[in-house]
């Protein structure tokens, strides 16, 4: 009797993708941060605006205009901007890193996904929870400062590319990390000084020539600077050159990441 290949040894019965198992896993990740919203969602905000209360306060009064903008305007876009990226990087290097230390991430490896089904099931979770953050935040700076985003399109553009690059920066973190305080260390040596150290508080134009230049090469500094472009009008490189090097970094640790995934790199005994 002829062999159906439809049931042959390792062919994927439901097309190409596997759309139920991609929808799955994307609200899996979802849920995961929802059901816990306090934590996940509620004390970023908080941070955020402890953030702006500080700097409006400790220096607001003093500091003149910068880039023709009051200096609370200013940093507004750069703290909304760093919080989406940090709870980005968190959600997706968290899930992986508990499933590894609790044993369960045979739970994701074993249903038949693929290595990019698998990259945007766990990005969707990232950038999902990175525009619930943003979108809140832009609310509370309109409500209690007034600011409208000037280029509303090129601030969405510029959050979903922030969120989905440090989404692949927490999964290539997360399958790297076997034990927590090696994400912490991640965390701390890596994602905060790139958040901190990027223009949020302040314009490239004031760092020594050299940091300038390290700062340039920065793909963070671009998702800043591009934030800030499409909420406030300002920026200090060119928004279009921005989008570009955002979107080819984004593209290169999601190919990474998908490598890993591939090979099961640190997730499979």
Known sequence: MPQNDSFAPGTRRFGRVNWL?????????????????????????????????????????????VMGVPFTTFIAPGILMMTVIQNAFANTSSSLVISKVQGNIVDTLMPPLSAGEMVL????????????????????LALTLGIVPAHPLAMLAFVILGAAFLSALGMIAGIFANKFDQMAAITNFVITPLAFLSGTFYSVEALPPVLYQITHVNPVFYLIDGARWGIIGVSDSDPLLGFVVALGATLAVCALAWTMFRRGYRLKA
């Open 121 to 140: 099931g766990y990005l969707a979770g990232g950038v999902a929870r990175g525009l619930v953050v943003a979108l809140a935040i832009a609310i509370a």
């Open 21 to 65: 198992g991609l929808y799955t896993l994307a609200l899996r990740e979802i849920l995961r941060f929802a059901n816990v919203w306090t934590q996940t969602l509620l004390a970023p905000l908080v941070t955020a605006g402890l953030f702006m209360v500080i700097f409006s306060i400790a220096i607001g009064p003093q500091r003149g205009d």
